[in-house]
């Protein structure tokens, strides 16, 4: 048995192909025998906005088909440019 951290700024709830491929990759982990978590920011994705029900918190833990995710901050921008740059490094740094 193996134990994975998934670390990306994008996991579901939020909508997308990143989301999509890697929520299955982890459950085809699990289901392998393994131990897997994950590491995000607080969904954001499409708009730009932090969902209903994660606003105004820096950490949320939760579990989602069985597998920890850890929700962290983010400065949420859906423009591009220095609000997005701004947007990485706070995931990178939180």
């Avoid at 909508?15 to 969904?43: D, F, I, K, N, Y």
Wanted: charge should be positive; include cysteine.
């Amino acid at each position: 048995m193996m134990h994975f951290l998934l670390l990306t700024q994008y996991y579901r709830p939020e909508v997308g192909a990143p989301q999509t491929r890697l929520s299955a990759m982890a459950r085809c982990l699990q289901a392998s025998g393994h131990s897997v978590e994950v590491v995000t920011a607080l969904p954001n994705y499409p708009k730009g906005r932090i969902f209903p029900g994660y606003r105004r918190r820096f950490y949320v833990r939760e579990e989602i088909d069985g597998i920890t995710v850890h929700r962290v901050w983010i400065y949420a921008a859906a423009d591009a440019g220095v609000k997005r740059l701004v947007s990485y490094l706070s995931f990178m740094i939180t």
